[in-house]
């Protein structure tokens, strides 16, 4: 099989998002935390604004159902940009190999239209996407086969001829991958950065990925430079971004598309 595209899921794949990197600063109680989180600002619930309903109609409806909880609740979305610790470097890497060797590169994330402005703005990453699906905008949300067909249209903008079983998939949750395959298109379950690359070249896809450093010297090198979750945000439209998730440098527009990769 010729893999002619790959598009990427970001969360868990290139991004380090969780609730978790603010409601630790907000909830000292372990167990209280994830109550909240399990209870009040939910998953389900956050998944609705990625679906494209908006922030500031569901932070209103959410304080009505819980008055009581109407700080906790507020912070969800005036301190968003918290949650978002920075970039998954060996997902990147990935990302910057395949971009290397000219293989288009797309996104399809489910996120809300509100706040991707943000990540588009601060992580230059992103540039070696030739297009981005963001179902916020599109108010469909995966795994819906609707998003993933608008996804293949945007990819056919750009390759024209390409065929479903010709792109692969990556995400770290296996549902949305399953849907993708159950449309014809290749789906790798990204858990590690290393298996997933070991199954991209498993489908014929030759790039060399960069060498990053391993979580512990990563970890002892955010903590030497004072950089990580406990970085002070301003406004939200002035976020300073941390050294934590310092900018990588910016990936340059593709030249001509890739040949083909074709599997062995």
């Known amino acids: 099989?010729?893999?002619?595209?790959?598009?990427?899921?970001?969360?868990?794949?290139?991004?380090?998002?969780?609730?978790?990197?603010?409601?630790r600063k907000l909830i000292a109680d372990d167990h209280e935390r994830q109550w909240f989180l399990d209870n009040i600002c939910t998953q389900a619930w956050n998944t609705e604004q990625d679906a494209g309903r908006p922030l500031a109609e569901a932070t209103r409806t959410l304080i009505d159902q819980y008055p009581h909880h109407d700080t906790l609740i507020r912070a969800y979305y005036d301190r968003w940009p918290e949650m978002l610790r920075g970039p998954l470097p060996e997902g990147v890497a990935i990302l910057k190999a395949l971009h290397a060797v000219n293989m288009p590169l797309f996104g399809l994330t489910n996120w809300s239209a509100e706040t991707f402005p943000y990540?588009?703005?601060?992580?230059?990453?992103?540039?070696?996407?030739?297009?981005?699906?963001?179902?916020?905008?599109?108010?469909l949300i995966k795994p819906d086969p609707a998003i993933y067909h608008a996804s293949l249209g945007q990819v056919r903008a750009h390759l024209p001829d390409i065929q479903a079983g010709e792109v692969v998939f990556i995400d770290d949750v296996a549902g949305n991958v399953e849907a993708a395959i159950a449309l014809g298109w290749q789906g790798i379950h990204h858990l590690s950065a290393e298996r997933t690359a070991a199954q991209l070249r498993g489908l014929g896809v030759g790039f060399s990925a960069r060498t990053v450093p391993s979580r512990s010297r990563r970890t002892r090198a955010a903590s030497a430079n004072g950089s990580g979750p406990g970085d002070t945000p301003g406004a939200w439209g002035g976020w300073a971004v941390g050294r934590w998730a310092a900018r990588p440098p910016a990936c340059r527009l593709p030249g001509p598309a890739a040949p083909a990769h074709r599997a062995t």
């Open 119 to 139: 990540a588009r703005t601060n992580y230059p990453f992103l540039q070696c996407l030739r297009d981005i699906v963001v179902s916020g905008e599109l108010k």
């Open 1 to 23: 099989m010729t893999i002619r595209a790959v598009v990427f899921d970001f969360g868990g794949v290139l991004f380090d998002w969780s609730p978790l990197h603010l409601y």
